[in-house]
T-cell receptor, first 113, second 113 residues
Framework: QKEVEQDPGPLSVPEGAIVSLNCTYS??????FMWYRQYSRKGPELLMY????GNKEDGRFTAQVDKSSKYISLFIRDSQPSDSATYLC?????????????FGGGTRLMVKP | EAGVTQSPTHLIKTRGQQATLRCSPI?????VYWYQQALGLGLQFLLW???????NRGNFPPRFSGRQFPNYSSELNVNALELEDSALYLC????????????FGNGTRLTVT
């Protein structure tokens, strides 16, 4: 079993839809949770960053962390064709591991006009 | 502010040769991380450097090595290249200290023929 599980998709939605992306994890040591967006032939771009449990909102994006269930989510409101990309969840917080991230496999999102 | 820069963008090598990949971190960041993104395998942690020292390495053979220079830039060397080393190699940087998010470059696409 992988430390971080993420549905690979692809997830296809119409423009304007609300998108829900999710990850589950097994290691309770994780404390910092991130979402990255990766366009084709580009590096991952940091979208959202949260510490411990709770919600964080930034424009059309909302990140949720439920440490008791070991479950994190990213919601995208009013999705746009430009949101079409692969979304990667990532986590850190091991002792003596610096900010080394453990990634999910990524979910490919397609937003159709 | 300039982001993480990597060179070269693309690199084509023959099996058995050596490859050298370079990374310049964001100004002020002292930690550099290397990840391999092979098709279908997601992002796999390779190496972590901080203040010129190797702090941790992932589950990769010793022919993957690197170093960090006094200006915090970094080099990844891959010796005795194998076909399965073909991948996108991503460099990320962060501030020292737990909880600092990683910022990625656009990677070097290594192709081994």
């Amino acid at each position: 079993q992988k430390e971080v599980e993420q549905d690979p998709g692809p997830l296809s939605v119409p423009e304007g839809a609300i998108v829900s992306l999710n990850c589950t994890y097994s290691n309770s040591a994780f404390q910092y949770f991130m979402w990255y967006r990766q366009y084709s032939r580009k590096g991952p771009e940091l979208l959202m960053y949260t510490y411990s449990s709770g919600n964080k909102e930034d424009g059309r994006f909302t990140a949720q962390v439920d440490k008791s269930s070991k479950y994190i989510s990213l919601f995208i409101r009013d999705s746009q064709p430009s949101d079409s990309a692969t979304y990667l969840c990532a986590m850190s917080g091991y002792n003596n591991a610096g900010n080394m991230l453990t990634f999910g496999g990524g979910t490919r999102l397609m937003v159709k006009p | 502010e300039a982001g993480v820069t990597q060179s070269p963008t693309h690199l084509i090598k023959t099996r058995g040769q050596q490859a050298t990949l370079r990374c310049s971190p964001i100004s002020g960041h002292t930690s550099v991380y290397w990840y391999q993104q092979a098709l279908g395998l997601g992002l796999q942690f390779l190496l972590w450097y901080d203040e010129g020292e190797e702090r941790n390495r992932g589950n990769f053979p010793p022919r993957f090595s690197g170093r960090q220079f006094p200006n915090y830039s970094s080099e990844l060397n891959v010796n005795a290249l194998e076909l399965e080393d073909s991948a996108l190699y991503l460099c990320a940087s962060s501030f020292e200290g737990s909880g600092s998010p990683l910022h990625f470059g656009n990677g070097t696409r290594l192709t081994v023929t």
